[in-house]
């Protein structure tokens, strides 16, 4: 069975700073692998995933992720958050069509 | 284009009572797919169904139904609602294959007294 780990909960950052959100997996095959954002009463949206190729990846509104298989993880950064980047942060596995999520990362930006 | 809509928004239910949460796709998705969300637990797989007629479980599929009798809608029933099940559901589409994306609705928050 897959299982996806976010070891925080919450991460506070001041504004323009820079972030990384922790994501580890746990599996025995080649898995794909995806960030979602949650905003405040929304449903999720993606930011980016990884299926094969590079190991870095770009998403949208300036995030990156990247894919370390020997470490089994998958962090997401930003160079500079903004204000607007306050959101829950879901990292994801999809095996046989099916994604498992991890619990969850809330960002809070500290003006 | 509407993507994927959930209705209703808010519902607030007795233990015991029956309903039906209503998911909708114009994307002509063959994957559909059923979440809760409970705080600190993330999004769960209740059910999914990878096409019309065809259904299976998911992660925690005690105590809801589902049924797949067109490819727009997917329907998610608690027959017997219980304090347990009061949760946010999303319902989510996509294309059928590896690694495609999946477009979630906006949500249903049920409450269960």
């Known amino acids: 069975a897959q299982s996806v780990t976010q070891l925080d909960s919450q991460v506070p950052v001041f504004e323009e700073a820079p972030v990384e959100l922790r994501c580890n997996y746990s599996s025995s095959v080649s898995v794909y692998l995806f960030w979602y954002v949650q905003y405040p009463n929304q449903g999720l949206q993606l930011l980016l995933k990884?299926?094969?190729?590079?190991?870095l990846v770009k998403g949208i509104n300036g995030f990156e992720a990247e894919f370390n298989k020997s470490q089994t993880s998958f962090h997401l950064r930003k160079p500079s958050v903004h204000i607007s980047d306050t959101a829950e942060y879901f990292c994801?596995?999809?095996?046989?069509?099916?994604?498992?999520f991890g619990t969850g990362t809330r960002l809070t930006i500290i003006p | 284009n509407a993507g994927v809509t959930q209705t209703p928004k808010f519902q607030v239910l007795k233990t015991g009572q029956s309903m039906t949460l209503q998911c909708a796709q114009d994307m002509n998705h063959e994957y559909m797919s059923w979440y809760r969300q409970d705080p600190g637990m993330g999004l769960r797989l209740i059910h999914y169904?990878?096409?019309?007629?065809?259904?299976d479980q998911g992660e925690v599929p005690n105590g809801y139904n589902v049924s797949r009798s067109t490819t727009e809608d997917f329907p998610l029933r608690l027959l017997s609602a219980a304090p347990s099940q009061t949760s946010v559901y999303f319902c989510?589409?996509?294309?059928?294959?590896?690694?495609?994306?999946?477009?979630f609705g906006a949500g249903t928050r049920l409450s269960v007294l």
């Open positions: 994801a596995v999809m095996r046989n069509e099916k994604l498992t």
């Open positions: 169904s990878v096409g019309a007629g065809i259904t």
């Open positions: 989510a589409s996509s294309y059928r294959g590896q690694g495609n994306i999946q477009y």
């Open positions: 990884y299926l094969s190729g590079s190991t």
